[in-house]
């Protein structure tokens, strides 16, 4: 890092006076500048680091294969990851069958509503064929 830098993560007069002004005009300021103080040189190690592994998380799962990326990330515990896979296995089979079962029940209740409005339009036609007191309409011209 520069270290001619004005501020930067050291005792430095300016990053005292920041904290100072900081812990003066709204507490959480100085606590940030403090903590930059002190922690500052990890940031840029940390937000590497933190970076690659959401950038490749998120990447194995843009493509859809999340096997591909439970694969890459081994626990060295073979008999764990046997497992994991089994019960990630065994966890994609239920899913697959909820899904189905939700189409299935999807289309019953279609059906249902279809067999429904299809009585009322029958109890309709024959209340209008036999003159009954349907329901007025809505708008009659003048």
């Not at 940030?32 to 500052?40: D, H, P, R, V």
């Not at 896979?85 to 994609?92: M, V």
């Not at 009954?132 to 003048?142: C, D, M, Q, Y």
Request: aromatic residues 12%; hydrophobic residues 40%.
């Amino acid at each position: 890092m520069n270290q001619s830098a004005l501020i930067r993560p050291d005792w430095t007069p300016a990053t005292i006076a920041l904290m100072v002004l900081g812990f003066v005009v709204f507490w959480p300021l100085g606590l940030a500048m403090l903590a930059y103080i002190l922690f500052g040189e990890k940031l840029k190690t940390f937000k590497k680091d933190a970076n690659s592994t959401v950038d490749g998380m998120c990447s194995a799962f843009k493509r859809g294969n999340r096997a591909n990326w439970t694969q890459h990330h081994r626990t060295g515990n073979v008999a764990f990851d046997d497992w994991r896979q089994a019960e990630l296995t065994r966890l994609d089979e239920e899913r697959r069958k909820l899904d189905e079962m939700r189409e299935e029940f999807d289309s019953y209740v279609r059906e249902l509503r279809r067999a429904k409005d299809q009585e009322e339009f029958d109890r309709f036609m024959r209340e209008r064929r036999n003159g009954g007191s349907g329901p007025v309409a809505p708008f009659e011209a003048n």
